[in-house]
């Protein structure tokens, strides 16, 4: 599965913002998906993961309540609605696809399709 990011941009804190990732394939709906970020000098994280038919999430414990994860399988579209955002929250963004169909994971590592990144800047 090909995906493609976008909706990054640069915001002050407390503001929102909200990713968008396409994906190239129907296929994209038999995959749990998930958003990671990474800053220079340091491992990509997890931020969260939305199960295959969207029923089920997990939240990284920095941005619970402030972050919400969504899909749309119509579209092969996956989301993440970022509000009160934080400098700390500044990073590259990556959409991400399970490696397996029908699985769920929060490892990078248990992702194998990637999106480009789209760069977060949160200004104080």
């Known amino acids: 599965v090909q995906l493609q990011a976008s909706g990054g941009g640069s915001v002050q804190a407390g503001d929102s913002l909200r990713l968008s990732c396409v994906a190239s394939?129907?296929?994209?709906?038999?995959?749990?998906v998930g958003w990671f970020r990474q800053v220079p000098g340091k491992d990509r994280v997890h931020v969260a993961t939305?199960?295959?038919?969207?029923?089920?999430?997990s939240y990284a414990e920095f941005v619970e309540g402030r972050f919400t994860i969504s899909r749309d399988n119509e579209k092969s579209s996956l989301f993440l609605q970022m509000n009160n955002l934080k400098p700390e929250d500044s990073a590259v963004y990556y959409c991400?696809?399970?490696?397996?169909?029908?699985?769920?994971?929060?490892?990078?590592?248990?992702?194998?399709?990637w999106g480009q990144g789209t760069l977060v800047t949160v200004s104080s």
């Open positions: 394939e129907r296929a994209f709906n038999q995959y749990a």
């Open positions: 939305i199960n295959t038919p969207g029923s089920a999430t």
């Open positions: 991400a696809a399970h490696k397996f169909a029908y699985r769920y994971g929060i490892r990078p590592a248990d992702f194998g399709s």
